[in-house]
């Protein structure tokens, strides 16, 4: 089949991805499908800074709100369902932003991921409870008897990238990094372009704070409060997200609402470093110095994908709109 365009917006969470998204999908007739691992779970709106209805300016949005709290959703799983929406976007002729800053699920859309078992909850509980009894360096120690060049490779208190390894070599008794090896298939039937926001550090960092306050302000504990009350909170996986972590904390009474705050900005800070390293690596990103939310950035970016999709897409003018001003979307909240 011929390649459709897609456009994939990277960079750390406070940047303006989503405002920037909204707009470019005004302009270029797109519908967003959303990367941040925590927006897929319903309920967890305030913490996640998804964007409210009535702001989304009738963009068609995807992967939001797909599963309950207390459900597993792995990278795998993502790659399904986005393969499935990029279907539907292609059919209806629209450009296909993904949008979000889970690198590791793009990364498993756009480039695969290797045949592996599934997962084995029976057999994760028992590693846990070696971690627990042993320390976890005991399993770093398994995984390097079973797979030294995996234990090379992960650090060895990342405890769930080697459970997970652990997991593999159990389970298809053989080396996860020989099935690493046989390669993996990327998207198909897709040009890709993407753009990554790279705005200054000190003002990122101030616009992490103001947010952590305004999702403190705005009914985060509450927000957790009402999770808490419709799952079992050993199983809630967002709950180990930013700020829905420290506001558990708090619940629990191990934090103040001050000391919850400061520690979700310092993680939030930090987590925003880690984003900026890992897209940092992604090959043929795009670059553009400041927020998403600016109007010049978003001239920016759709200048520069016009001229991407004129030059690699010829005929994907017809994504325009008629209306060729950019307004701002007003998506992740400064």
């Not at 690699?312 to 325009?320: N, V």
Request: glycine residues 10%; aromatic residues 6%.
């Amino acid at each position: 089949m011929e390649d459709h365009p897609l456009l994939a917006i990277v960079g750390p969470t406070a940047a303006g991805k989503s405002g920037l998204a909204i707009a470019l999908a005004r302009r270029w007739h797109g519908e967003i499908i959303n990367c941040d691992s925590v927006q897929l779970y319903r309920g967890c709106d305030i913490g996640t800074g998804k964007v409210p209805l009535q702001e989304r300016h009738g963009v068609p949005h995807h992967l939001l709100d797909v599963v309950d709290p207390g459900q597993a959703f792995t990278a795998g799983d993502f790659r399904q369902e986005a393969e499935r929406v990029l279907m539907g976007v292609r059919q209806r002729k629209a450009l296909p932003i993904i949008v979000g800053g889970t690198g590791l699920y793009l990364r498993a859309l756009l480039l695969g991921l290797f045949e592996g078992p599934q997962r084995s909850e029976e057999l994760r509980g028992r590693l846990k409870s070696l971690a627990e009894r042993h320390r976890r360096e005991f399993l770093h120690r398994m995984l390097n008897r079973l797979d030294p060049k995996a234990a090379a490779r992960i650090h060895e208190r990342d405890t769930p990238k080697i459970i997970r390894a652990l997991e593999v070599c159990i389970l298809s008794r053989q080396p996860i990094s020989a099935l690493h090896e046989r390669g993996r298939v990327g998207l198909q039937g897709f040009h890709i372009l993407k753009a990554g926001l790279s705005p200054d550090r000190q003002q990122l960092a101030q616009r992490i704070n103001r947010r952590v306050e305004q999702m403190f302000a705005a009914g985060l504990i509450d927000e957790v409060r009402g999770i808490l009350s419709r799952s079992d909170e050993n199983r809630i996986k967002p709950l180990e997200a930013l700020g829905y972590r420290q506001a558990g904390a708090m619940l629990r009474g191990e934090l103040t609402l001050e000391g919850a705050i400061r520690e979700t900005q310092a993680a939030t800070r930090q987590y925003a470093k880690r984003q900026m390293t890992w897209f940092r690596r992604e090959a043929d990103v795009e670059w553009f110095a400041g927020f998403g939310d600016d109007p010049a950035i978003q001239q920016g970016v759709s200048a520069w994908l016009e001229r991407k999709l004129t030059t690699s897409a010829p005929g994907a003018h017809s994504l325009a709109h008629e209306t060729p001003a950019l307004e701002t979307g007003n998506g992740e909240k400064p």
